[in-house]
């Protein structure tokens, strides 16, 4: 049954279970000792067509993509990803060699975090290919962070420089040619990082209220703050820290490349909010440990302000343009 | 944005989140203390034409079985299942009252066994529809079982009745009217039961060498264990106890039922391994506790014999006849 040949290989492929993983792959279950504090748990599904195409990304790049969507979600609580499942959907042309770089690219994300895959299903599918990762984290029970923790007056900020993402799609959509910083565009949406070190290094220096990772793009994200805490938030049209690939790809589409940093989903940066004393020092300890920006871009402010986009001469209510699937 | 108000229904159907559940669903992950022991994890995905017809199953049917699936292979470690993410793939003809029926479906089974929902992700599909759980159980370190435990000289015993999963797929996909015990074969199919209680049962008074459960098929089944565990399994054709609902679908189809047993998928019962003299004790205190008869079918013999099938009069190699997919 060529179904074993292949758990065969991806065991091999993954190799022995790590330190406190008493059973990996090939059981009905892994088996395995929780760390001390607490636990976190997310799951993410990749959707061939949705969220990536076979035309745009390897193999490699889906699976790392997917397992970076995963941990990005653990470093937006303030964790530490520890031990992911892998589920893959294989229509019929996709070789076994094709699902050993769909998990060599997952692996290679899970090393550079220090977490394993435990486990996996690999089924038939009748039409698209498509990936869904479960990844446990482990965190703090003091250093939680979620999405509903956000003060009135907090400082709003945010890591990195936004946009490249949904530039690089867009890039890509479009057949742009690799000129100028438009390779570095695709680059970004088809190989992004999640910010795991930037997140502890916040942490250590900070007493960040809520936190979320930009998964559908800054305007969703921030509402998505607002409404679970109960507060509205003020962005700083001006300060919103655009990547130079952005600004290239808006210059070459001829669109707003703030419209693109505020629609741009899958970027994986934080967005943060934290006493506003806290942001000079959090920022400065940020980029010195990890070399990343961080950006003061806003204030929380009361609920029924809603989020609203500040410019220099107006506010204007901050319309969520949630990340667009492939379609 | 549609997919947020889908989020809000499902959040309300799975209501607040249980003992030691801090951060339910809605947040980046999910947020708990983990249970003392060991920690079980698992992943099932479900694929539209694979695994399941939605002219077959209803969507509860659908959310349930994939939940039972998992949940059947933390029982076959003998945990407890506690806490489960849900993603589900979402083709353009399926509604938000189908996918929250999903959901219904998925949370019966969680709620028969003790788990809970605490996070998934709700994506759109191109094509067919897919669900894809991952799932945590908890296990007392001192009994876990694997498959690789399995000692020569041990009985090997399953519970409940076999065939009867495959039959009902059978009879549904030749459209056998439901006379007899043909509709007691679909409704075997189609929601079937995961045997929690039947391995804390089992562990409560023998000591268990390996199990696993009957996902593949026990012909396959036992191949794992072999396998896993380095022995053969000579399994006594004449003890393999055959479901009614397979009998009377087998005649009607004219074919073995013994071979339907043997090639039943999703059954989702378990097979074990344990010393014989256990044997006896161990079968009565399972049937007494739950109900559900368990059966001597064979015994555990040397590696190089492989799996073999043995009948009154001659002993033939087990040929794997593994779940076949829908096609």
């Known amino acids: 049954m060529a179904e074993f040949d292949l758990i065969r290989r991806i065991r091999e492929t993954i190799g022995a279970p790590g330190p406190g993983t008493l059973v990996g792959l090939g059981d009905d279950t892994a088996v395995y000792e929780p760390p001390g504090g607490h636990e976190l748990l997310t799951c993410d599904a990749f959707v061939e067509g949705v969220h990536f195409r076979r035309d745009f990304a390897t193999f490699g790049e889906i699976g790392a993509k997917c397992m970076v969507a995963n941990v990005s979600d653990v470093a937006a609580m303030g964790g530490l990803p520890t031990r992911a499942v892998f589920s893959v959907c294989i229509p019929p042309d996709v070789t076994d060699d094709d699902v050993i770089a769909l998990y060599e690219g997952a692996l290679a994300v899970c090393r550079r975090h220090g977490a394993e895959i435990v486990g996996g299903d690999t089924v038939s599918s009748l039409s698209g290919l498509m990936v ?35 530039a690089g799609l867009r890039a890509l959509v479009d057949g742009l040619p690799d000129e100028g910083r438009v390779a570095e565009a695709k ?8 910010r795991v070190a930037e997140a502890r290094a916040l942490i250590e220096v ?34 919103v820290p655009l990547a130079p690939c952005a600004v290239d790809v808006a210059g070459r589409l001829g669109v707003d490349p703030l419209e693109l940093a505020l629609a741009s989903g899958e970027e994986f940066e934080l967005l943060a909010t934290l006493p506003e004393g806290e942001v000079e020092r959090a920022a400065e300890h940020v ?41």
Chains 1, 2 share one sequence.
């Open 132 to 166: 869904s990762i479960a990844l446990l984290g482990a965190a703090d029970p003091d250093r939680v962070l979620t999405r509903s923790g956000a003060v009135v007056g907090d400082a709003v900020v945010v890591t990195g420089e936004l946009g490249g993402s949904e």
């Open 187 to 194: 680059r970004r949406h088809l190989q992004p990082s999640a």
């Open 206 to 239: 900070a007493s960040p209220h809520a936190m979320i990772d930009l998964s559908d793009g800054l305007s969703s994200d921030a509402w998505h703050i607002a409404d679970e805490s109960g507060v509205g938030i003020r962005l700083d049209a001006d300060s």
């Open 287 to 327: 980029e010195a440990v990890t070399g990343t920006p961080m950006t003061h871009i806003g204030v929380v402010t009361n609920a029924p302000d809603g989020c609203v986009l500040a410019r220099t001469h107006e506010a204007t209510p901050l319309v969520r343009r949630g990340y667009e699937h492939l379609k």
